[in-house]
């Protein structure tokens, strides 16, 4: 699967329906301790968006200085790659991961986008999942908070072929379900 085509055609499914989600989160502030998804189920893929300070998987705000920060990232970094491990979608769907693309200005990662204030670093990422049945979709079991004790909040949205949800989920919770599902 080309992720390319799939992130156009993502954007055109969502694109009446995001441009209120998108408002709202622009006026979000950077929270330490909260991360933000994004998840779309469209035709044969699951994406999920990330959007998350620095701090949640690291400690700290800043390219790394020393030796031990340079590991952190390192190692946080090498997690979020092994994406699968973090977000178990619902077996139903059959999903393997796809392309990860992960940035961040203080890790040199990807391309950024600027207007962060001074001091707060973000770590983003978009997932891809290929999937044999995305549509049967009706949760993720979330790795996140086992894997990164920075972090105490997930906020997400989800557009699926059920409809659109908002869920937040506080440590210690781990399913992230929509559609239903409990």
Known sequence: ????????????????????????????????????????????????????????????????????????????VAQLRAADQLFKIDPAANCKLGPVALRSAALGLGKTETGAGEGHADLDGTFAFNCTKATEAKFIELGLFGAFKGLRQVDAQIVSPDGQFKRTLKRPATRLAWGGSK
């Open 1 to 76: 699967m080309n992720f390319r085509r799939v992130l156009p055609a993502l954007a055109l499914t969502g694109l009446m329906a995001a441009a209120p989600i998108a408002a709202m989160a622009q006026a979000r502030a950077h929270v330490h301790g909260q991360l933000k998804l994004d998840i779309a189920i469209d035709g044969p893929t699951v994406v999920i968006e990330m959007e998350s300070p620095l701090d949640n998987f690291v400690g700290y705000e800043h390219a790394p200085k020393s030796e031990s920060e340079k590991k952190m990232a390192d190692d946080a």
